[in-house]
């Protein structure tokens, strides 16, 4: 993939939250797509990620999160 390519997905996920969206967001987006199914604790290995920054970003990638919004 050239930077182009890249710069365009990353675009795609900007997308969602244009404001506030970590580059550990699109990283563990793609991280699921690729090992799944994939524990957090091997999503987190694979990212340099804590267990609970996986859980965090699992949560806040979904449509409700614990606080039911």
């Given at each position: ?6 710069a ?37 290995d694979t ?9 965090r ?13």
């Open positions: 993939m050239d930077l182009h390519q890249l365009s997905a990353l675009r795609a996920f900007a997308v969602h939250s244009p404001t506030h969206w970590p580059n550990h967001f699109s990283q563990l987006f793609l991280a699921v797509a690729e090992q799944q199914p994939a524990t957090f604790k091997e999503l987190g990212l340099a990620l804590s267990n609970s920054a996986v859980s970003t699992v949560a806040a990638l979904g449509e409700t999160h614990r606080k039911g919004s």
